[in-house]
């Protein structure tokens, strides 16, 4: 079934260094949405981007539809920025598809 | 904009007894929804997805005898989690579909915690 890989796994970065996150899909996406989700577990919409590139406050995210492949780029990483960024897509029948995240760890 | 709001934020329930929670879409027509579940260290897998006026549609590993859905309007839905046991902490997500926009609204989660 549809897949969706995210690296890497986990990121340690020191305050000020940007960070590079990637996702890639197994199949087609009609939507492509990033999230944050905190240390307590809540989860927040970042940005979605089923293709081409867009950007919010530091980040951006890029897609390339058809190399099934997205990124989300954070500039001048905070430590508040701490937590997991998961990457989900939409493909079909009102799936939502979670990928298993990129834990990131800012360091003052 | 649209919105959906998710509660209670967390809840902890003795073991063996139910808990339910609740999603609200404001802003826009839930015509579906989805409900999911991320246990410890993992990622958020699927429960079942609810359509108005259509029978809702379960996961493999996941059934209506455990996890009831309610979706009785366009602006709401509930799940209840039967006879919670250890294994089925974690944190539950309802994502709501709005049809004018092809996209997907999510509730913040709720945080289930079992004794």
């Known amino acids: 079934g549809q897949q969706v890989q995210q690296s890497p796994a986990s990121l340690v970065l020191q305050e000020g260094e940007n960070a590079e996150l990637q996702c890639n899909f197994s199949?087609?996406?009609?939507?492509l949405q990033w999230f944050y989700q905190s240390p307590g577990g809540s989860l927040v919409s970042l940005l979605s981007?089923?293709?081409g590139t867009k950007h919010t406050g530091r980040l951006t995210s890029t897609t390339v539809t058809k190399e099934r492949r997205s990124s989300l780029h954070i500039s001048s990483s905070q430590t508040t920025d701490s937590g997991t960024y998961l990457c989900a897509i939409e493909s079909n029948a009102y799936k939502v598809i979670f990928g298993k995240g990129t834990h990131l760890h800012v360091l003052p | 904009g649209a919105l959906v709001y998710q509660y209670p934020r967390r809840t902890i329930c003795k073991s063996g007894t139910s808990m339910r929670m609740e999603c609200q879409a404001v802003g826009f027509q839930a015509t579906s929804v989805a409900w999911y579940r991320q246990s410890p260290q993992k990622t958020f897998e699927l429960i079942a997805l609810?359509?108005?006026?259509?029978?809702?549609?379960?996961e493999q590993n996941f059934t209506q005898e455990k996890f009831p859905i309610s979706h009785p309007n366009l602006s709401f839905s509930s799940m209840t989690v039967l006879n919670a046991y250890l294994e089925d902490r974690g944190l539950y997500l309802c994502?709501?579909?709005?049809?004018?926009?092809?996209?997907?609204?999510f509730g913040s989660g709720t945080r289930l915690l079992v004794i």
């Open positions: 609810s359509t108005v006026n259509s029978a809702i549609k379960y």
């Open positions: 199949s087609t996406a009609t939507q």
């Open positions: 994502g709501a579909w709005d049809s004018a926009n092809s996209d997907y609204t």
């Open positions: 981007n089923p293709s």
